[in-house]
């Protein structure tokens, strides 16, 4: 009986034994340790420590950059006001540029121009997205203001003696202005000196050009 026993219990291990081998092994746990994973992060982890340890400096070209400082600085210093302007077709001609021939960017060329009353003056967008118009309160008494459009060519007739204002509204902060004067005598530089003018650079062109209005008081 005893016999009988063990021989049925060791029957059922070896089945049981014989059912696990023949089980679909696919559904064990594939999480198992990848070494060449390891190896890969481990690297990677590395090489960035290293970096940060170790930062490369930008290369920068000293030289290059005092030249272009310097340009700058001279290009600053050296601003001076455009007074010559063409005469065509019975007009004075008055172009509207981004850069000028003095390298001045968003400028009127001229930017300050004496006349006789009667006299006409073009405005010519050289470039696009300029216009030309008075600045509010920058005319002689009884004279009238004026607005022009966008990318169109523009003539004005100026008949009231004294000092007329004028700027691209589109870039009047950039310093886009012009002084146009009409006459020997203007009797008006008081209320050009009164004038607000927007933007550092528009203030320092405008003083530049109450220089030059003030010689022409002068003489």
Same mark, same amino acid.
């Given at each position: 009986?005893? =016999? ?16 696990? =081998? /023949? ?6 746990? +594939? ?18 420590? $290293? ?5 490369? $400096? ?5 030289? +290059? ?9 001279? $290009? ?24 000028? &021939?003095?390298? $001045?960017?968003?400028? %009127?060329?001229?930017? %300050?121009?004496?006349?006789?009353? /009667? ?9 696009? @997205? ?16 004026? &607005?022009?459009?966008?990318?169109? &060519? ?20 950039? @310093? ?21 003018? +927007? ?11 109450? /220089?030059?209005? =003030?010689?022409? /008081?002068?003489?």
């Amino acid at each position: 009986m005893t =016999r009988v026993v063990v021989l049925t219990i060791f029957t059922l291990i070896i089945i049981a034994v014989l059912n696990l =081998r /023949g089980s679909d092994t696919s559904k064990i746990s +594939k999480n198992y340790f990848n070494i060449d994973e390891y190896e890969k992060n481990y690297l990677a982890e590395k090489n960035l420590q $290293e970096e940060l340890a170790n930062p490369v $400096e930008e290369e920068h070209d000293h030289e +290059k950059m005092m030249a272009e400082m310097e340009a700058e600085e001279k $290009e600053e210093s050296s601003f001076i006001v455009t007074t010559e302007a063409e005469f065509k077709d019975g007009s004075y001609q008055v172009k509207m540029l981004n850069k000028g &021939a003095n390298g $001045e960017k968003m400028v %009127f060329e001229p930017m %300050f121009l004496k006349i006789k009353p /009667g006299d006409k003056v073009t405005f010519i967008p050289a470039d696009k @997205g300029h216009m030309s118009q008075t600045i509010s309160g920058g005319v002689p008494e009884g004279a009238s203001e004026f &607005a022009s459009k966008v990318n169109e &060519a523009y003539t004005q007739t100026f008949t009231s003696a004294g000092v007329h204002a004028i700027k691209c509204k589109p870039h009047f902060t950039m @310093g886009m202005i012009a002084m146009i004067v009409v006459g020997d005598d203007p009797k008006n530089i008081s209320q050009m000196e009164d004038l607000p003018v +927007k933007g550092n650079k528009g203030k320092k062109r405008w003083e530049a050009m109450l /220089g030059e209005l =003030r010689q022409l /008081g002068q003489q």
